[in-house]
């Protein structure tokens, strides 16, 4: 019985070396082997924040989120930036945040112009704001 599961194996790896070997192998302009597969997963951004570009359509979308924040620079709200940093330093749950669960921790003072987008915000799915979160969260340095 070991035996034979032994043979399978090689006959597996036979087998496996065989269909691969057929393909053609991709260099990359310095003579190295490009694995597409890997390549692929390696440069994708948003592995941690699978929800993200869910979250970007969201924000730009029926959020409205846009309106008040941009990526990078403050207009009437906070930039991306600036939360994602701040809920990163604070280990904090923006989802949790927009479910008014939780209190202002970038702009206080300003936290009456932020409330009134819970309206919208509260009457999403839980998923929706987990993707709001993840998509903000993404923006961090
Ligand atoms: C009318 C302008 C406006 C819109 C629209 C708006 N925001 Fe804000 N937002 C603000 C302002 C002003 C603040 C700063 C007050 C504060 O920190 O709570 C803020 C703060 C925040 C914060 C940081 C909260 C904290 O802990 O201090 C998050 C997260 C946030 N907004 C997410 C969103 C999301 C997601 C949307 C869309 C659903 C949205 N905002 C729409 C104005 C806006």
Same mark, same amino acid.
């Given at each position: ?85 701040? *809920?990163?330093?604070? +280990? !904090?749950?923006? &989802?949790?945040?927009? @479910? ?9 003072? /300003? *936290?009456?112009?932020? +409330? !009134?987008?819970? &309206?919208?915000?509260? @009457? ?9 979160? /993840? *998509?903000?969260?993404?923006? !961090?340095?």
């Amino acid at each position: 019985m070991k035996k034979l599961g032994i043979g399978l194996g090689v006959l597996a790896f036979g087998f496996i070396f065989v269909a691969c070997g057929g393909d053609q192998k991709k260099t990359d302009n310095y003579g190295n082997e490009v694995n597409e597969e890997t390549t692929v997963k390696e440069t994708s951004t948003n592995a941690d924040f699978p929800l993200a570009e869910q979250g970007k359509e969201l924000f730009e979308g029926v959020g409205t989120c846009a309106t008040c924040h941009k990526p990078d620079t403050k207009v009437v709200g906070p930039s991306l930036l600036d939360i994602a940093q701040a *809920y990163k330093e604070n +280990k !904090a749950s923006i &989802a949790s945040f927009l @479910n008014e669960e939780s209190k202002p921790i970038v702009d206080p003072t /300003q *936290y009456t112009v932020m +409330k !009134a987008n819970f &309206a919208i915000t509260k @009457n999403m799915k839980p998923e929706e704001r987990q993707a709001l979160e /993840q *998509y903000i969260m993404s923006q !961090a340095k």
